[in-house]
């Protein structure tokens, strides 16, 4: 198994710009979690999805982020129009539906805006 | 006040030496108890995870959790450089998938 696949690994845009992270969860998984990570503010989870279906958006910290999740095998997070304070690893993971033994995260994408 | 308190370190010990990491958590709901192990620019990888209280074992790793006290625990016996990372603590109440993670605590094993 190739684990959960994030794209791109790096991502620098300027300010005001759209950007659009992209996840490839593990096959058979049933929930999908957007986490953003800081040094300030640690993990910090944004939405998650089971079985495609946004279940708790909360963490979305402004209507500048939104994210999708149009099959079991593929999910976006995109930031329109992207800030300078956007600036940060974000992490997808995924788990299986039974019982709650962990996640398992992609390898992240480094996003910086200028 | 945060759900889960983690202290961040830096915290840096001798090759062999006993590593003791801990988390404690207000929210008595609480059931299922996770360490994850960060490298430097990798994602976070579950290194153990334990069901309400107990011991749990896994070659050099121990995890402990006192329900009672609201405390966990993770201990690394005979550590070794390759253990130099952050490890963050997690847990979450049963019947919800929504992890709560800790701040994390940098560990630094010196050769």
């Known amino acids: 198994d190739a684990g959960v696949i994030q794209s791109p690994r790096h991502e620098v845009t300027e300010m005001g710009q759209e950007v659009t992270l992209r996840c490839k969860p593990i096959s058979g998984h049933d929930y999908l979690f957007w986490y953003r990570q800081t040094m300030m503010r640690g993990l910090e989870l944004l939405i998650y999805f089971n079985n495609n279906v946004p279940i708790d958006d909360s963490g979305m910290p402004e209507d500048r982020f939104s994210a999708k999740m149009p099959n079991a095998s593929f999910s976006t997070l995109k930031i329109q129009p992207s800030e300078p304070r956007d600036s940060a690893v974000y992490f997808c993971a995924s788990s299986i539906q039974t019982g709650n033994y962990g996640y398992t995260f992609g390898s992240g994408t480094r996003l910086t805006v200028v | ?111």
């Not at chain 2, 709901?29 to 011991?55: I, V």
């Not at chain 2, 402990?64 to 070794?80: A, C, G, H, P, T």
């Not at chain 2, 919800?96 to 010196?110: E, H, I, M, Q």
């Open chain 2, 1 to 111: 006040q945060k759900e889960v308190e983690q202290d961040p370190g830096p915290l840096s010990v001798p090759e062999g030496a006993i590593v003791s990491l801990n988390c404690t958590y207000s929210n008595s709901a609480f059931q299922y108890f996770m360490w994850y192990r960060q490298y430097s620019r990798k994602g976070p990888e579950l290194l153990m995870y334990t069901y309400s209280s107990g011991n749990k074992e896994d070659g050099r790793f121990t995890a402990q959790v006192d329900k009672s006290s609201k405390y966990i625990s993770l201990f690394i016996r005979d550590s070794q450089p390759s253990d130099s990372a952050t490890y963050l603590c997690a847990m979450s109440a049963s019947g919800d998938y929504k992890l709560s993670f800790g701040a994390g605590t940098t560990v630094t094993v010196r050769a």
